[in-house]
């Protein structure tokens, strides 16, 4: 069954979340004699994001966690805030929101078996279940090989919360897609049905 044939939607960007996840930048290629003006950005994000949220930083192993670690230190941030949850999950980029997993909430659903709706019974509620959904990821049409571990890190961040995931069984970047919450999603030709993308799927097929 399908997420949806299961009761899940993917929530709008403005709705309440529980983190954010990000990657810690490593590859310098990706941004030719600017990577050092990077490094304190993300540091920043990080920090400021860790004042009100939970912030999963993505890093490849214990030195790239060190050297996040002092960076988030010199823009005044807390390394050890119990708010940033750094993950050894090793990645080819940092473009977290194009490789990442989408989430999925179930909506909740009133108690079965109630027959009064005028007692405070009939408004019990099932916490609301969250899934992961993992989309193929490809890097663009193959423009910045490798990209193996970027395309794994969507199953691996439903491992570490213990929520199930989904195939999707296409390509497509978290980036490319905007949602409303109530089923309309926003896109573009471009991304979607660029041939280096899916060309093995129709136009009807992908939407």
């Not at 570490?160 to 926003?186: K, R, Y």
Request: hydrophobic share 40%; net charge neutral; aromatic share 10%.
């Amino acid at each position: 069954m399908t997420p949806k044939q299961l009761g899940y939607r993917m929530p709008a960007e403005w709705e309440p979340h529980a983190a954010t996840w990000v990657s810690w930048p490593h590859r310098k290629d990706s941004w030719p004699g600017k990577f050092d003006r990077i490094l304190p950005v993300f540091a920043q994000m990080v920090a400021v994001l860790s004042q009100s949220e939970t912030v999963y930083v993505n890093v490849n192993d214990a030195a790239t966690e060190a050297e996040a670690r002092r960076w988030l230190k010199r823009v005044g941030g807390r390394a050890e805030n119990n708010r940033i949850v750094f993950h050894r999950l090793p990645t080819d980029d940092a473009w977290c929101r194009d490789y990442g997993a989408i989430f999925v909430v179930q909506a909740p659903r009133r108690s079965e078996g109630v027959s009064s709706p005028t007692t405070p019974t009939d408004t019990v509620q099932r916490t609301p279940g969250v899934a992961a959904v993992r989309f193929q990821f490809n890097c663009w049409g193959e423009k910045y090989p490798p990209f193996d571990r970027d395309a794994r890190v969507a199953r691996h961040m439903a491992e570490i919360l213990g929520v199930p995931c989904f195939e999707a069984g296409m390509v497509l970047e978290g980036g490319s897609i905007d949602v409303n919450g109530q089923g309309l999603l926003l896109t573009t030709e471009s991304c979607l049905l660029n041939p280096n993308r899916n060309p093995e799927l129709s136009r009807a097929e992908i939407e």
